[in-house]
């Protein structure tokens, strides 16, 4: 299966923007959804954007609208996450994920890849 490894995060302040990337090895991710979820401590996984095989349909979590785009390059097997007007609850450590027989974007176990994480920190 492919291999995922998440950047681009870091500390910013509420209001700053953050570009997150996710890119791939050992396959190729132009037959897969893709998706990018993410984790406080204490609480579960969730999700926050997926992009369909060609890159034609989004899907975004209600509280992101608006302010984060979803991307991908299949040509360069590459994922990414662009956010804008970043808030404190924004806070979180977050995961790229590949799915080859995803039905349901939202869904985490639709998915067979994942990254391990990069963290996102907003605060003032």
């Known amino acids: 299966q492919v291999q995922l490894v998440e950047s681009g995060g870091g500390s910013v302040q509420p209001g700053d923007s953050l570009r997150l990337s996710c890119a791939a090895s050992g396959g190729t991710i132009s037959t897969s959804f893709m998706g990018w979820f993410r984790q406080v401590p204490g609480k579960d996984r969730r999700f926050v954007a997926a992009?369909?095989?060609?890159?034609?349909?989004?899907y975004y979590q209600n509280a992101v609208k608006g302010r984060f785009t979803i991307s991908r390059d299949n040509d360069k097997n590459t994922l990414s996450l662009q956010m804008n007007s970043l808030e404190p609850n924004d806070t979180a450590v977050y995961y790229c994920?590949?799915?080859?027989?995803?039905?349901?974007?939202?869904?985490?176990?639709?998915?067979?890849?994942w990254g391990p994480g990069t963290q996102v920190t907003v605060s003032s």
């Open positions: 992009i369909d095989p060609v890159g034609m349909n989004a």
């Open positions: 994920a590949a799915g080859t027989s995803v039905r349901t974007a939202m869904r985490q176990y639709d998915y067979d890849s």
